[in-house]
């Protein structure tokens, strides 16, 4: 039977964390045995601690809580497999979806153009208007290997021409100082392709476009629903069939594949990213995630 690990309270490592108590009560009636780990110890190095009240699990484990970085997520997998705990996702294959470097070349063709560029110390701005130079004068979107400042849309994510310097190095810039010490390896510089707007962030003013979250366990489809809440309904327009190619090629048991519709009608992929550690976007879809998740999860006799 596959197990369930749920980040734990601050309160208490017996218990589920506030913010996943919709998820652990759906994994339970699902009928999943669930086990906690405090995230925060992992994060802090301190793992074989952070795991002291998952003993009572065995076996194949999927992991939901926040993000780890494949360096924390390769130790916490290392650290339970000692204790006869396996979770679905190896480190390789936690990477290849949780960095979009690593999975654009599954996607490309399907996915915006991308560039991107590990980064250590201050940028070399030089080297940035260089990597840039095959985008001409196209609008591009920033984010590092794994998020974006888009609700900072126009101060530290969107670049309306790839050629401006000045624009290209306050963006830059900008991006980094909010990341600060949570930079994900690098840049990764994506061309901007007009999407379908569905509405306004409430807050940040940032464009909603029409967006589709899927979740996959071993090649079959677990859920899809829409990426803002009040557009769910956007789940049963995608086509997602027709990216059957891609699902076929992710080295992964269990993961996302965010798809967008742009402004001519046609579906993209927006980017991969590892099923346990990619939130749900309604917590009410809790029920038929677990309901689903479970089906897809036993093993077939």
């Known amino acids: 039977m ?3 690990l749920f980040p734990c ?16 009560a759906a994994a ?26 998952a003993r009572d699990l ?3 484990t999927i992991y939901r809580g926040w993000m780890l970085t494949p360096a ?7 650290v339970l497999a000692e204790r006869g705990v396996v979770l679905v996702n190896d480190p390789a294959a936690f990477r290849f979806c949780h960095w979009l470097p690593e999975s654009y070349a599954a996607i490309e063709g399907r996915t915006p153009r991308t560039v991107w560029m590990p980064l250590a110390g201050a940028p070399d701005i030089d080297a940035v208007m260089a990597l840039l130079r095959p985008f001409g004068d196209a609008p591009l979107v920033l984010k590092d290997y794994v998020k974006s400042q888009k609700h900072y849309w126009n101060e530290a994510c969107f670049i309306p021409r790839a050629d401006d310097r000045a624009t290209v190095e306050r963006v830059v810039r900008r991006f980094l100082e909010l990341q600060g010490p949570d930079l994900n390896e690098g840049l990764v510089f994506r061309e901007f392709v007009p999407l379908k707007v569905v509405g306004k962030h409430p807050r940040s003013g940032m464009p909603l476009s029409a967006e589709v979250r899927t979740f996959w366990f071993d090649r079959q489809l677990v859920l899809a629903e829409g990426y803002w809440h009040g557009f769910e309904d956007l789940s049963t327009s995608a086509p997602i069939d027709a990216f059957a190619d891609v699902v076929a090629r992710v080295p992964s048991r269990f993961f996302v594949m965010d798809l967008a519709l742009r402004d001519d009608g046609t579906w993209l992929i927006v980017e991969l990213g590892d099923g346990q550690v990619s939130g749900l976007q309604d917590p009410a879809s809790a029920t ?6 479970r089906e897809r999860s036993m093993p077939t006799s």
């Not at 999943?32 to 301190?46: A, I, K, N, P, Y």
């Open 2 to 4: 596959t197990n369930i």
């Open 9 to 24: 309270s601050p309160m208490s490592a017996r218990e589920v964390e506030p913010d996943y108590a919709d998820e652990h």
């Open 28 to 53: 339970v009636a699902a009928g999943f045995t669930v086990g906690f780990m405090d995230h925060s110890l992992v994060t802090s190095g301190e793992t074989e601690c952070a795991v002291r009240f």
């Open 58 to 60: 065995a076996g194949p």
């Open 72 to 78: 924390q997520y390769a130790t916490l997998h290392a």
């Open 288 to 293: 038929r995630f677990y309901k689903r998740l």
